[in-house]
C-alpha cells in the first residue's frame, strides 16, 4: 500500500537524519506530510506516458505566497528537509537545479527523479496512483492569471457570488469525473509509441491517467476573458489516439463545434459568416490547419502580429506570414476590424461557459462529458443527448445555431450487444494485448465496491 510506503521511507529518513532531537508532534506530521507530497509526484510521474521528470519549489517564499492556491498543509522547512533527506538516503537524484535570474526574471524549477532504489519500492506496490490516491478536492479550481513582465501569472482575488457559482458548478462536474473511469484502450505495446509522439511535441504534457480532475483558469486578470478548462488527462492525448478512449469501459463518440471561433466572431457582433467554410475560404481549401493556427492566433492578440507567432510552421507554404495575415483579413472582411484586438479571450470566456453548461448538465445526472477545448467525448450511447446539449448550450450563449461534427470511427475496438448498444469486447486477464487496460478497469471497479 502507498500509505504504508510512505511511513516506511519517512522512518528510514528520520533515521537517517543527524538531527540533535526528534521533530515535535506538529512537526513530525509536517515532515511526513512533504515526504508523501514529494512520492506522490514521483509515482505519478514515474508511471505516465512518457515518464518524466518531477519539479518542486524550493524557494521560501513561494510557500507563503497567494495562499489560495497553496496547500497549507506545506511549509518550506519541511518540504526542504524532506527533500534533502529523500537526495542524502539516495531515493531521488537531481536532474537540474532550480534558477533564478534577476536580471532578466527568468526563473525554473529544481527538477528530479526517483533512483532505481525507490523505482523498485514503486514497482512492489499494488494498483495505481489512481485509485490510491485521493484526489483532493478541496484544491482551488479557480484560478485567475495574468500578464506580468512578460509572463502569466497566478494573482490573488477575493471571491464574488461568480466566483463562487464557478467553484460550486465545477465541483459537482468534478465529483461526477471521480466517480466514473476514463481510460485509453490501446495494446500494451502501443503505450511506447504514445510516449514518443508526445515527448516529440514540446506543447504537450505527459499523459496521467491520475489527472482525473479540471480547472478552469481565467485571463488578463479578468472573471471575463479566458475560463477554459484544464488539467484533465484526455486533453494530451494526440488526436489520432482519442478514438481509444473509453468510460466506464465503453467505447465513446467525439462531438466538436465546426468552426468555433469563427462562427462566435460573426455571431457576437451580428454579421454573417456564409456557408464556406470559414478556414478553407482563405487558400480555397488548402492548408486548412496552418490558416486556422493563424486566425486564432490573429483573434487572440492585441498587437497586429506582424511577425509570424513561434508556434506557426509554415512549412511547406509558398507565402510569407505576412501575405498569409493579410489573406486572412481579406476573406474575413465583415470582422477584419476585430482581429488583433485580443477579442479572443473574452470569446474563449464565452465558450467556457457553453462547455460549463453542457458538462453541469449531464454531471447532474451522473454521466460523463470530457471536455477537449472545442469537442466533447462521452459514452456512444449519449451520442444524441450530447449532441442535444451542445446546441442547446451554443443557441443560449449566441441565439444562433452552431454545425456538429461527429467523429465517425469506421474501425471500432467494440462488439454490439443484442439491443445495439456499443460495448467494448469483454476482455480477461487472459487478453494479453490490452492486460493493461483491463488491469486498470478491474482496479476501478474494486475501488468502487
Known amino acids: ?120 519500492r514503486f514497482e512492489s506496490l499494488e494498483g495505481h496512483p489512481a485509485f490510491k490516491i485521493k484526489a483532493n478536492l478541496n484544491e482551488e479550481t479557480i484560478i485567475l492569471r495574468d500578464k506580468i513582465d512578460g509572463k502569466n501569472v497566478d494573482i490573488h482575488y477575493d471571491d464574488i457570488r461568480k466566483t463562487n457559482r464557478f467553484r460550486s458548478n465545477l465541483k459537482i462536474i468534478n465529483d461526477c469525473l471521480i466517480g466514473h473511469w476514463a481510460d ?16 516529440q511535441h514540446s506543447d504537450k504534457e505527459p499523459v496521467d491517467l491520475s489527472r482525473r480532475t479540471l480547472v478552469r483558469i481565467f485571463a488578463n486578470g479578468s472573471f471575463e476573458e479566458g475560463g477554459r478548462f484544464y488539467r484533465g488527462w484526455w486533453q494530451n492525448v494526440p488526436s489520432e489516439y482519442r478514438k481509444f478512449i473509453t468510460i466506464d469501459e465503453k467505447v465513446t463518440t467525439e462531438y466538436d463545434f465546426s468552426q468555433l471561433s469563427p462562427h462566435m466572431l460573426y455571431f457576437a457582433y451580428n454579421k454573417d459568416m456564409g456557408q464556406e467554410d470559414a478556414y478553407d475560404r482563405v487558400l480555397d481549401g488548402q492548408h486548412r490547419k496552418i490558416v486556422k493556427q493563424a486566425f486564432n492566433a490573429m483573434v487572440q492578440s492585441k498587437t497586429p502580429l506582424n511577425l509570424k507567432p513561434n508556434k506557426i510552421d509554415l512549412g511547406g507554404l509558398e507565402m510569407s506570414w505576412k501575405d498569409l495575415r493579410q489573406q486572412i483579413l481579406d476573406s474575413h472582411k465583415p470582422i477584419s476590424h476585430l482581429f488583433f484586438t485580443g477579442v479572443g479571450n473574452k470569446l474563449q470566456f464565452k465558450d467556457s461557459c457553453i462547455a460549463e453548461s453542457v458538462m453541469l448538465q449531464f454531471a447532474n445526472q451522473n454521466q460523463v462529458a470530457l471536455p477537449i477545448h472545442d469537442s466533447f467525448i462521452m ?39 443484442e439491443g445495439g448498444n456499443p460495448r467494448i469486447k469483454e476482455v480477461t486477464a487472459d487478453d494479453k494485448e490490452h492486460s493493461q487496460w483491463y488491469d486498470r478497469n478491474t482496479m476501478w471497479l474494486y475501488s468502487k465496491a
Request: aromatic share 12%; glycine share 4%; charged share 30%.
Open 379 to 417: 459514452q456512444e450511447g449519449y451520442a444524441g443527448h450530447l449532441e442535444e446539449a451542445m446546441r442547446r448550450a451554443f443557441y443560449d450563449e449566441f441565439e444562433a445555431d452552431i454545425p456538429l461534427k461527429q467523429e465517425v470511427i469506421t474501425e471500432r475496438i467494440a462488439l454490439f450487444d
Open 184 to 199: 485509453l484502450r490501446i495494446r500494451n505495446t502501443e503505450f511506447s509509441h504514445l510516449a514518443k509522439r508526445i515527448s
Open 1 to 120: 500500500m502507498f500509505e504504508e510506503l510512505v511511513k516506511e521511507i519517512t522512518k528510514e529518513l528520520e533515521v537517517q537524519e543527524s538531527r540533535g532531537r526528534a521533530r515535535s508532534g506538529d512537526a513530525k506530521n509536517s515532515f511526513e506530510y512533504a515526504v508523501r507530497f514529494i512520492l506522490t509526484s514521483l509515482w505519478r510521474d514515474s508511471i505516465s506516458y512518457p515518464p518524466c521528470e518531477s519539479s518542486i519549489n524550493l524557494r521560501n517564499g513561494y510557500y507563503s505566497e497567494l495562499p489560495r492556491y497553496r496547500d497549507n498543509k506545506l511549509t518550506y522547512r519541511q518540504v526542504k528537509a524532506a527533500f534533502d533527506a529523500l537526495i542524502n538516503c539516495r531515493f531521488i537524484e537531481i536532474t537540474k537545479k532550480g534558477y533564478y535570474m534577476r536580471q532578466t526574471g527568468q526563473s525554473g524549477l529544481t527538477k528530479f527523479i526517483p533512483t532505481d532504489r525507490l523505482l523498485d
